[in-house]
């Protein structure tokens, strides 16, 4: 059993900062990427951000420059560090990790159960 469990979403002020946290738990052989994706109402779900096991990032061109997404190999965790927020930052944030059970499976997509960021004065 595999679970991602985020945190740190709520409510902030437009130009506000929020730091999300999703913690990778459960039988776990390694984790290649893990990422943030976020899905407003009526929307599909898209990349916010994603970090390899090396360190690479990516980011959507929407939260360049604003978002930070980083990762602790260790703490099986990765972070977003969301600055300078706009009201269109709203939505339903979800983790996102790329990882294998085992040494000899493939490796399978799995995601949390989300986390709400609303961006309102």
């Known amino acids: 059993q595999v679970q991602l469990v985020e945190s740190g979403g709520g409510l902030v002020q437009p130009g506000g900062s929020l730091r999300l946290s999703c913690v990778a738990s459960?039988?776990?052989?390694?984790?290649?990427?893990m990422g943030w994706y976020r899905q407003a109402p009526g929307k599909e779900r898209q990349l916010v951000a994603d970090i390899t096991s090396g360190g690479s990032t990516n980011y959507a061109g929407s939260v360049k420059g604003r978002f930070t997404i980083s990762r602790d190999n260790a703490k099986n965790t990765v972070y977003l560090q969301m600055n300078g927020l706009k009201p269109e930052d709203t939505a339903v944030y979800y983790c996102?990790?790329?990882?294998?059970?085992?040494?000899?499976?493939?490796?399978?997509?799995?995601w949390g159960q989300g986390t709400q960021v609303t961006v309102s004065s």
């Open positions: 996102n990790a790329d990882l294998k059970t085992r040494w000899y499976v493939t490796s399978l997509n799995y």
């Open positions: 459960g039988s776990i052989f390694s984790i290649n990427t």
